[in-house]
């Protein structure tokens, strides 16, 4: 199987082994794949990356409480352990989302990383400070790959923004949802993952091929405060493409 088919190149369940990312190794980073199998993750995950402030739609979505879903937003984000879910992609790339568990700094990191959590670029950071969107459409279309690619295209909405959608987006949000246990309301809450937010940019490609986006603070503007090197860019953009 390949580094794109499964969660890592290590574990294509996305078990892994030693959990390292460079620039991390101060904290205690764990293996975040357990937490996929309980029902309260997919909840809980998009309530507090997504849906912060409209979590009735995720959690009716899902028939959950949701006194159930903060209780397990504290497991998430217990500064004892801080779960990585790393998501192997083609040409030795993965994308590790790590959960900043810093007391009084909660954040979560997408980083394009090579194998093993080495020389990481920031794609995008939702927190205090948040710095995206990260990923447009066709390249969350990309990493999301096709073994288990409802499951990584959740994983990744968060860091995505892109307001030229395909026809078929709602639709393949909405069975991504469906495939992890959402009920009658994944159409509603995949029109809300979809609304096209006041920060959501456009993609245009440089001359030089990179793929970039106009939002003022995504990563990948290369006119922004926050912008990335180029040569950070370019090789975003040439893993995802």
Known sequence: MSAAAGFCAEHPHGMIDAVKVAGYEE?????????????????TYLS????????????AA???AAADCYAYYDRLTDPETWPVLRLGLRDEHEIDIVFYNE?????????LCRSGGE????????????????????????AAGTTEPNTRLLLLMPAFGDLDLPPDAAATVTAAL???????????????????????????????GALVSDGRY????????AALPAPDLLTISTALA
């Open 103 to 111: 007391p009084g700094e909660y954040g979560v990191d997408f980083l």
């Open 178 to 208: 469906e495939s992890v246990g959402a009920g009658a309301g994944a159409a509603d809450l995949a029109a809300y993952m979809l609304r096209k937010p006041p920060w959501w940019p456009h993609w245009r490609r440089t001359t030089d």
């Open 48 to 59: 507090a990356l997504i849906a912060p402030t409209d979590d009735e739609l995720v959690t």
């Open 218 to 225: 995504s990563r990948r503007n290369p006119d922004g405060p």
């Open 27 to 43: 904290f205690p980073l764990t293996d975040g794949a357990p937490f996929m199998a309980d029902p309260l993750f997919w909840p």
């Open 119 to 142: 020389n990481p670029v920031e794609l995008a950071t939702l927190g205090g400070h948040e710095l995206r969107p990260g990923l447009s459409w066709p390249e969350l279309i990309t």
């Open 62 to 64: 899902f028939g959950v």
